[in-house]
T-cell receptor, first 113, second 118 residues
């Protein structure tokens, strides 16, 4: 089965600082999702990457998928307290199985004003 | 974006009772929905795939007789936790894929249902 490892497990930054969260897979990623979750709440979809080398941005958040499709990074520029939460990467186990996601353990982000 | 709702948002029940959780796609049709479970400070784990008009498929280790899934329409899937016990206390989240969306790989998650079994 596919395993996803996120790093760091937790991150505390000062408002305005940039930060990066990594997600590494033991197998090829056919679809890599990034979600944000407030503890005890549902998931907010951020981005989905499929192609090697793909990069997507939404507001101050940029996600990349490496060429080998085994690692993704999420970068937040000029972080704000509103960025705080748990960031989860999720992966589809194989081509076409986009609903059955395996998730990483999550990265807890705290942004101090 | 597309919206998925869950009802109830939280429920407290006595051990031995059954609890039904609904997952609805509000503005799109979803042939397939997914049920996840999240224990405190852990990540989401896929429990089962709910298929409209056919039987659900369960992940290894998930008891199908305990977690009954019914996907009676293209906008509604229900998860019933039968004879709930304290170890079933968890956060249950559903997701759905828009059948008619342009980005059919996008999963939309519900807000979750917190279950506490006393």
């Amino acid at each position: 089965s596919q395993e996803l490892e996120q790093s760091p497990q937790s991150l505390i930054v000062q408002e305005g600082k940039n930060l990066t969260i990594n997600c590494t897979s033991s197998k090829t990623l056919y679809g890599l999702y990034w979600y944000k979750q407030k503890y005890g709440e549902g998931l907010i979809f951020l981005m989905m990457l499929q192609k090697g080398g793909e990069e997507k941005s939404h507001e101050k958040i940029t996600a990349k998928l490496d060429e080998k499709k085994q690692q993704s990074s999420l970068h937040i520029t000029a972080s704000q307290p509103s960025h705080a939460g748990i960031y989860l990467c999720g992966a589809a186990p194989r081509l076409g199985s986009y609903g059955k996601l395996t998730f990483g353990q999550g990265t807890i982000l705290t942004v101090h004003p | 974006g597309a919206v998925v709702s869950q009802h109830p948002s939280w429920v407290i029940c006595k051990s031995g009772t059954s609890v039904k959780i609904e997952c609805r796609s509000l503005d799109f049709q979803a042939t397939t929905m997914f049920w996840y479970r999240q224990f405190p400070k852990q990540s989401l784990m896929l429990m089962a795939t709910s298929n409209e008009g056919s039987k659900a498929t369960y992940e290894q280790g998930v008891e199908k007789d305990k977690f009954l899934i019914n996907h009676a329409s293209l906008t509604l899937s229900t998860l019933t936790v039968t004879s709930a016990h304290p170890e079933d206390s968890s956060f249950y989240i559903c997701s759905a894929r828009d059948d008619g969306g342009t980005d059919q790989e996008t999963q939309y998650f519900g807000p979750g249902t917190r279950l506490l079994v006393l």
